[in-house]
């Protein structure tokens, strides 16, 4: 019956990590050299969290190889003006001569020295997808590094699009880069907006699924009802922005109409800052000799350092101390004698003593009688008291935990809300324990993003040590490297590695547009900007200027899949290699991202499953190619073998190093990773070469649970995670306002308001009025509508948007084409399902079919994922609008962090009937 | 006696179509046709709204309206419940379409492509003429459920002899498997939830049954 359509063809192992939530393990079938379909790995089943299913957007991956509009052989643009309607005039050239003619720039460039007058690298790099696309790059990245410096800070929407202010705090409280439930132990989650049915991959809507059979309740607080408020116990339409009034008064609830005896205690004393005494000034009590911060004594009835044996902190004060100093910024010390002290928790209690749910209801549109219901609802669930065994360990069990979406974390009023959520588990001792809220993975404390618990060391005052980037008078970066300044600017960005994509990647645009940091030179675009699976004409916000930023860059090469917005301003287009196409060997397991907590960890192998279409060449090949022709082949294989392409290729007991003089395929270099890691991984049992893997596809060994949690980490090293109170924190920007006034910068004066020791509530609608105002010239009454953006599984990360089978999936999930309005309220206004209607923002305008639904406020409209191209092929025939040209990008939408939100007030205009 | 019948649950549905995309491959459908897809239904009014995902397609009816329709014999039964389709019997006059309470069957009368009337080599490899002018639907895979059989596998536990649909569902919402069968996956599932069947008052008596606890739990 189905001869044709059931052919049998080899299965060949590999992995899809188009989002941050993979890799994705699965299998190619292959016939007669076509990829033909693709399944899960089913021998993942039991290893993996969702037993080695895999995602929705693995299965476009064949439309995505074949698709008939990719770009084939290498092509140089010979119009020399570029612009939106200029006419790039692509030639195909040979390899040879794209290459020469990068190499030729990159020369030059090199010859001027690695940073331009400015003291701005002249190489930058962009990329999207949350990172992921160096899974992708095969050994590209050993070529950036040995390279030396290169910015990449020119964002493509990262700090917008993220979860920003969890990154940063997160890291900082609880090496947490994102946060999850423990979902597999958790009764009770409160959500505010985080979309993990389509944000939390394959794993997340696994375990979430699993949990509510089990019974787990999740309470979803959000302006529209997601795919994820759908299968919520409840869905609460909050007023958008509003959700940290909501958060404050149920932290009112839990301080202030809760007998602290209700709360966990010990954990409170022993394991936060809660106890330690805060002077006059804002900063610890600190005891003069040791300089440590002070708590007091219950049996001594005395002030004592922190870490004093024997103790039994008070956890509410006030008190009153002999002698103390505080410590403020730039070493400026106070001595007190006789001094009234309240503790961190004291401070904590007194920041919400009037946020109460009545005070709360009429910001947020929350009945004040659900919010006090369901924060009670949380402290009944804790079950405080409890414990559990995990691999032959004690531990607290406290079943629930709370969450944010993307603008509820990022942006201004981000801080607020991951202070308040997090202070929520921290109450009832619900922060790294079985059942609680749990970090994944880092990235700002460390390199090793595969376990967290490797960045874990003792710091200042019982806390974990962090790399902030220094604001003292010595060591404060001074003049800017990269464009975004994140060293000089964003000292909780850190200075490692990765950390450049955790600065203002805005103020980076902002700059180079000239709208922004007047006191330093105005940055030049690099001399050569190497792009890659990303599309910041299209990602960004008021993309238009993007467009026209990215027209004046002298020299851009594309990494390119196919003609898209961004692409369209490039000079050189090198065609790689894709998905099914290439080889990489990486890590998987272990805790990474949101809800990838597995037991066991491994590495797998990404291969070529058919060969190239055309000329497109495996990015390793490229890598070779460009160190080859700059004289840089023995820096670009040193840095192979230090371990850029994932594990260092030479360790104390074994060799696999690559000869550095000499030229080595793509093969050479993953049979040699494939041998150290497999080395690392068995502890020296096993060698597995690149022929294994290619015919086994991973290798994995059991991984404790008890990794999972940090705080029997914390526990082995008497340390306290850093809440309520953030007294680095205030200090660091006391500092940073002391080092830009010498330079008499103040513009970044309203970002520096935030370094508050703990967040005063802030209304963000009206700082969102404000802007309007004062930034667009704008009425805010004239802007009645919050335009949103959500996540969509079909598109997230994927840079997908034209695979036409996930056009057709798409369309069965509403709103993915066009504007979602509130039924009532459309029809108030003559608007039709079907009809079009103009989204008209402060800075811009779209236009796009109204879709009426019930599920959403009546304030507000959404558009789903990232549309508005015009130029990739496909996408720009479907005509869905995209919200990112509304969203005004200026310096005051900027928070300490250097994020801001990807949403914006708009008004609706009616403009065409439904045909 | 065996009859194959799937379980969705609706407690656990996501709507992310990874089975409607599973579906495309294991089967080969052109663009458009979805043997499985996931529905996005909402009721109630704002503000109190919900929203369900329901992965539809062929129910596999004991007493199947298309069957009875069907001028050319085309659409059969087989004894283990799955309602079929001979190609080269079926005249495409679409009666069944419009038979089937399910809007399950879809009929292509001209090869189109994923971008255009050109296949791609992955979509030249695997057309079928033999499907063009002629009323298709889900199949339950039985191709693989008969090659998984025949090889001694036990259908919706092993995934070689289970509809694609189900081995690809993230949520683990679909199961399929023997009803006659007191012990099996899907037998288990049915006696211990409350479910339904989609249009139960046309007693089709379908081979699809839907958990669903009722919605919210609201306290």
């Not at chain 1, 990269?482 to 700059?511: C, D, K, V, Y």
């Not at chain 1, 056009?807 to 399902?833: P, Q, W, Y």
Request: proline letters at 7%; glycine letters at 8%.
């Amino acid at each position: 019956m189905h001869a044709k359509t059931k052919p049998h063809g080899k299965k060949v192992s590999t992995y899809c990590y188009q989002c941050v939530n993979g890799p994705d393990l699965l299998t190619v079938e292959v016939i007669d050299g076509v990829a033909t379909r693709i399944e899960p790995n089913f021998d993942l089943r039991g290893e993996h969290p969702a037993d080695g299913k895999i995602c929705v957007k693995p299965f476009g991956l064949i439309q995505k190889t074949y698709n008939p509009n990719r770009i084939l052989h290498p092509m140089k643009r010979t119009n020399p003006k570029k612009g939106k309607d200029e006419d790039p005039g692509w030639v195909q050239i040979s390899w040879d001569e794209a290459l020469d003619l990068v190499a030729e720039r990159l020369k030059k460039a090199r010859e001027k020295g690695v940073l331009d007058e400015n003291g701005n690298p002249r190489l930058a790099f962009t990329t999207g997808g949350a990172a992921t696309p160096f899974k992708y790059m095969g050994s590209f990245p050993a070529f950036l590094v040995a390279w030396g410096p290169f910015d990449q800070s020119i964002g493509a929407g990262g700090t917008v699009k993220c979860y920003h202010s969890e990154h940063m705090f997160g890291e900082l409280w609880h090496r947490a880069f994102t946060v999850l439930p423990d979902t597999p132990s958790c009764d009770y989650i409160i959500s505010f907006g985080n979309n993990i049915n389509a944000s939390g991959g394959v794993t997340g809507v696994r375990r979430h699924a699993d949990a509510r059979a089990r019974g787990m309740k999740r309470i979803q607080f959000e302006p529209h009802l997601s795919v994820t408020g759908a299968t919520s116990s409840e869905w609460i339409p909050i007023r958008p922005q509003t959700d940290s009034a909501v958060l404050y008064a149920m932290l009112h609830v839990l301080m202030h109409e809760t007998p602290l005896e209700r709360l966990d205690v010990p954990f409170l004393r022993d394991y936060t800052s809660s106890p330690y005494l805060v002077g006059p000034n804002g900063f610890y009590l600190r005891d003069p000799e040791s300089r440590k911060p002070l708590l007091w004594d219950l049996r001594s009835n005395r002030a004592v350092p922190y870490d004093t044996e024997g103790t039994e902190p008070a956890l509410l004060g006030p008190f009153r101390v002999e002698e103390a100093i505080e410590v403020g910024p730039d070493e400026e010390t106070w001595n007190h004698r006789n001094v009234e002290a309240p503790t961190a928790l004291d401070k904590a209690r007194a920041l919400v003593s009037d946020k109460s749910p009545e005070w709360a209801e009429g910001i947020s549109d929350v009945p004040a009688a659900t919010i006090r219901r369901i924060a009670n609802e949380f402290l009944e669930h804790a079950r405080i008291g409890e414990t559990v065994e995990i691999d032959g360990r004690v531990l607290p069990y406290r079943p629930v935990a709370t969450v944010l979406g993307k603008s509820v974390n990022n942006g201004w009023g981000g801080y607020d809300c991951v202070w308040a959520h997090t202070m929520m588990q921290v109450l009832v001792g619900a922060l790294e324990v079985p059942g609680g809220l749990l970090g994944s993975t880092v990235h700002l404390s460390g390199d090793t993003d595969w376990d967290r618990m490797l960045t874990v060391e003792p710091g200042e005052d019982g806390f974990m040590k962090h790399p902030f980037n220094p604001t003292s008078k010595e060591e404060w970066e001074r003049h800017p490297v990269n464009r975004h300044a994140e060293q000089s600017i964003t000292p909780m960005a850190g200075h490692n590695q990765g950390a450049q994509l955790f600065g203002a990647t805005t103020l980076a645009w902002l700059r180079l547009q000239g709208r922004a940091g007047q006191n330093w030179p105005r940055p030049k675009p690099p001399d050569v900007w190497f792009v890659y699976k990303c599309n910041p004409a299209i990602s960004f916000s008021e993309t238009e200027k993007i467009c026209e930023e990215m027209a004046q860059f002298p020299f851009i090469v594309a990494f390119a899949y196919q003609m898209d917005e961004t692409v369209h301003f490039a000079d050189v287009l090198l065609p790689e290699a894709t998905d099914l196409e290439s080889d990489q060997l990486l890590r998987i397991g272990g805790t990474h991202y949101f809800e990838n907590h597995w037991v066991t960890e491994g590495w797998a192998l990404r291969q070529a499953a058919v060969e190239p279409l055309g000329e497109a060449k495996d990015f390793s090949w490229i890598a070779n190619q460009l160190a080859r022709r700059l004289g840089m082949l023995e820096q670009y294989n040193s840095m192979i073998n230090f371990g850029v392409c994932g594990v260092p290729l030479q360790g104390e007991e074994y060799d696999f190093s690559l000869a550095v003089d000499r030229e080595h395929d793509q093969e050479e270099v993953w049979d040699a990773v494939c041998k150290a890691a497999t080395f690392e991984l068995t502890g020296g049992k096993e060698v597995l070469g690149l022929d294994w893997f290619r015919e086994h596809g991973f290798k994995t060994r059991p991984f404790s649970r008890l990794h999972w949690y940090l705080f029997p980490l914390m526990q082995d090293m008497g340390l306290r995670f850093e809440l309520p109170y953030q007294e680095r924190y205030y200090r660091m920007g006391r500092e940073l306002a002391n080092r830009l006034h010498e330079e008499g910068i103040h513009w970044w004066d309203r970002q520096l308001e935030e370094y508050e020791p703990l967040p005063e509530w802030r209304d963000i609608n009206r700082i969102y009025d404000e802007m309007i105002e004062r930034d667009c010239g704008a009425n805010p009454a004239d802007f009645p509508f919050w335009a949103l953006t959500a996540r969509s599984m079909q598109y997230a990360w994927g840079a997908n948007v034209s695979v036409q089978l996930m056009t057709e999936l798409s369309e069965n999930v509403f709103g993915h084409d066009g504007v979602v309005m509130n039924r009532g309220k459309a029809r108030e206004m003559g608007i039709e399902d079907g009809d079009t209607i103009e989204v008209i923002s402060p800075v811009a305008s779209v236009t796009g079919t109204a879709r009426l639904r019930e599920g959403i406020r009546p304030d507000v409209v959404l558009m789903v994922a990232q549309f508005g191209q015009w130029k990739t092929p496909h996408a720009r025939e479907l005509k869905r609008p995209g919200i990112n040209p509304l969203v005004p990008m200026n310096l005051d939408s900027l928070d300490a962090g250097g994020a801001m939100k990807d949403l914006t007030k708009v008004k609706i205009r009616r403009v065409g009937e439904a045909s | 006696m065996t009859r194959w019948v799937m379980v969705a649950d609706l407690n656990r549905c996501v709507g992310c179509q990874t089975c409607t995309a599973a579906c495309k491959h294991t089967n080969a459908t052109l663009p458009q046709v979805q043997w499985r897809k996931v529905i996005d239904i909402e009721w109630g009014s704002y503000p109190d709204a919900h929203r369900l995902f329901m992965p539809v397609g062929c129910q596999h009816c004991a007493d199947p309206p298309c069957m009875s329709v069907c001028p050319s014999t085309a659409t059969g039964q087989r004894e283990d419940g799955i309602v079929t389709i001979d190609y080269d019997l079926c005249i495409g006059c679409g009666y069944c379409m419009v038979a089937c309470p399910y809007q399950a069957r879809y009929k292509v009368t001209r090869p189109h492509f994923a971008y255009g009337d050109e296949p791609m080599p992955s979509e030249a490899v695997r057309f079928d003429e033999g499907r063009m002018g002629v009323a298709q639907k889900c199949t339950f895979c039985s191709d693989r459920v008969d090659e998984g059989l025949a090889r001694g596998l036990t259908p919706g536990i092993d995934p070689e002899a289970t509809p694609g649909c189900v081995n690809a569902c993230i949520a683990d919402a679909l199961s399929f498997g023997d009803i006659e069968d007191e012990n099996s996956n899907v037998s288990r599932l049915l006696e211990e939830k409350t479910w339904f069947q989609m249009h139960g008052e046309l007693e089709t008596e379908t081979g699809f049954y839907y958990l669903w606890d009722g919605g919210k739990q609201e306290e």
